[in-house]
């Protein structure tokens, strides 16, 4: 938690692999990641991990416009080896979890920005990773819409024991966490 500018989006930038760290490493279950210094995985070792064992959920919810929602969710899947009709199932029932099924095949450019948002947050879960990263996940979110996709993150975490990662500036997101670091001009107090 902390406020804008205090590094929250780099720190989970890092952590998840899009960027390398300036300094020290990142390491998981043993593992060196990325480093400062170059050693860890290599680039393309990095996205394979990324994809398969990580989720991430960007501020901007990013998309493939010449695809649809359900498409969208599914293309990571796809790419980390997921049988079409399985990842195809999983994507579904993702869209439902998060009050869309029924913009599944929609023209993603006229989704709103909170649609557009829990059409993310799916595509980040649709591999079961072992971390999910989301950079203020319901910032875009009326409070209903923001509690139903926070429910949706912390149910999936936890019945897949990956960790959930979320940065924040809401003290009511932040309330939601088993645990709590406050991040102030780029470090953990």
Known sequence: MGPSGSGKSTLLHVAALLDPPSSGSVWLDGTCLSAADGTGLDDDARSLFRLRRLGFVHQTYPMVVALTPLENVMLP???????????????????????????????????SGGER????????????????????????LDTTTG?????????????????LVLATHDPT??????????????RLG
């Open 117 to 140: 948002q829990r059409v993310a947050i799916a595509r980040a879960l649709v591999n079961r990773p072992v971390a999910v990263f989301a950079d203020e996940p319901t910032a875009a």
């Open 77 to 111: 899947a796809e790419y980390a080896g997921m049988d079409r009709a399985a990842a195809r199932t999983r994507a579904v029932d993702l869209l439902a979890r998060v009050g869309l099924a029924s913009h599944a095949n929609r023209d993603v450019r006229t989704l």
């Open 173 to 186: 997101v932040a309330a939601r966490a088993d645990h709590l670091l406050r991040l102030s001009g780029g």
């Open 147 to 163: 509690a139903q996709v926070l429910d949706l993150l912390f149910a999936e975490s936890r019945a897949s024991g990956a960790a």
